[in-house]
């Protein structure tokens, strides 16, 4: 019976560790069935309004900004919007992935149709971005625009996505 029992505690024992480092590793690195996705935009402030179908002078680059709503379904408060960054220098291909610096997605949470959509919003918005989505073009005066955009992304890895005028691509497997 004693040697049941030292058992049955060398198992526990055992599968506690193995958690352990599943979790830390998990923590510390992007599986293989989760993605994280950066959204970059290399489009001219002069050459937005045409990009978003828009009457030329309509956007303005001190009162309006891009937000990207993910291709994702998230759980409750994760974040599945991002502020496009327009710093393509800032980009780096050999960046390890360091928790608190992106979110990672699950398999489970992308859409199958990898459709993002892209909001032009005025900055003086006053609600957080999370809700914009919520809101229907032309519902709402802070929206000035949508338009859908197709990312190809890969799992395992940092997906640094590009938006040109004329395609879009990630930038370290260009």
Same mark, same amino acid.
């Given at each position: ?6 058992? #049955? ?19 510390? &690195? ?31 680059? %001190? %009162? &309006?900004? #891009?937000?990207? %709503? ?32 992106? #979110? ?6 992308? %859409? ?7 909001? #032009? ?5 006053? *609600? ?8 229907? *073009? ?11 955009? &197709? ?24």
């Amino acid at each position: 019976m004693k040697k049941v029992l030292i058992g #049955i505690i060398g198992l526990a024992v055992a599968f506690f560790i193995i958690l352990q480092i599943f979790t830390w590793f998990n923590a510390n &690195h992007i599986l293989s069935n989760q993605t994280v996705l950066k959204i970059y935009m290399d489009v001219k402030a002069e050459d937005m309004d045409e990009y978003f179908g828009l009457e030329k002078g309509t956007y303005d680059k %001190n %009162n &309006h900004m #891009i937000v990207c %709503n993910l291709p994702v379904q998230p759980a409750p408060f994760k974040q599945y919007q991002q502020v496009i960054d327009f710093d393509l220098n800032s980009i780096k291909c050999d960046e390890k992935y360091t928790k608190g610096d992106y #979110i990672k997605y699950d398999e489970t949470e992308l %859409n199958d149709d990898q459709n993002a959509t892209l909001l #032009i919003i005025n900055k003086n918005y006053s *609600q957080p971005v999370g809700p914009i989505d919520s809101q229907l *073009q032309g519902e709402s005066k802070n929206i000035v625009a949508s338009r859908q955009v &197709h990312l190809d992304y890969q799992m395992a890895t940092i997906n640094h996505i590009v938006l040109a005028k004329d395609k879009v691509y990630e930038y370290c497997n260009k």
